[in-house]
């Protein structure tokens, strides 16, 4: 199907401004937390990844999820992988920052791992959902949320087949998500592009530490 010309107007920049609030370009807010997220698809877990491996200095929170291991992945790193009932009980418990369901499995950040490293001053990087992202703006107000935005609709729609990950109705399910996705990119601070994945690393790097 043809491209969405609906949202070229959001990703025409490599760096936008999508609010006139107290944010100085290159600050990662009073909180020292900084937020990534954007359309399943989009590149997050990458750009997550590496700096992972170049930036020691930056804290990941590593999340729960009720999703299963992909190949490649390990408990512990990418994500903390936990049944329904260790979920439930870490929501009931007060134990998550945030949480949100997705695409049919539940994922949630940890919150005391998330305090202990603001208090510390370390700065700390969430890789969550747009919902996931709207909880932490209520909860800490001063995080900054940065949206990473594809290059283009049909671009998104290639890289979430490529995967080959995921069955085509999981693709499918991920594909409709991500066209409201999208749409929410205009709540966040700051918007990058991805269109290569070492120029975000940098550019959200530059945000985080300057
Ligand atoms: P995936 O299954 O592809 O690893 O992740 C699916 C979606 O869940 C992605 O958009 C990812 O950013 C998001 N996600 C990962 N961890 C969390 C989390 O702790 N909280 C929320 N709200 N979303 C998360």
């Not at 539940?106 to 001053?121: D, K, L, M, N, Q």
């Not at 900054?144 to 693709?171: K, M, N, Q």
Request: hydrophobic share 40%; net charge negative.
């Amino acid at each position: 199907m043809g491209g969405r010309g609906g949202h070229g107007s959001n990703t025409d920049s490599s760096v936008h401004r999508a609010r006139g609030t107290a944010l100085v370009p290159g600050a990662a807010g009073d909180a020292g937390l900084t937020v990534l997220s954007g359309p399943s698809g989009v590149g997050k877990s990458t750009v997550a990844a590496r700096i992972r491996k170049k930036r020691p200095d930056i804290w990941l929170s590593v999340s729960v999820t009720t999703r299963a291991p992909r190949p490649g992945e390990v408990d512990g790193r990418e994500y903390h992988f936990v049944s329904d009932e260790v979920f439930d009980a870490m929501v009931e418990g007060g134990e998550l920052l945030e949480w949100a369901s997705f695409a049919g499995n539940r994922y949630g950040t940890p919150r005391e791992p998330v305090t202990r490293r603001i208090a510390a001053g370390v700065p700390a990087l969430l890789e969550i959902d747009i919902e996931g992202a709207r909880q932490v703006r209520r909860a800490v107000p001063d995080a900054l949320l940065v949206f990473l935005a594809p290059p283009s609709w049909d671009e998104l729609v290639r890289r979430l087949s490529a995967r080959g990950t995921e069955p085509p109705e999981v693709i499918g399910r991920r594909l409709e998500l991500a066209d409201s996705e999208i749409e929410a990119g205009q709540e966040f601070d700051i918007t990058l592009v991805n269109t290569s994945v070492k120029d975000v690393c940098e550019q959200l790097v530059a945000l985080m530490t300057a």
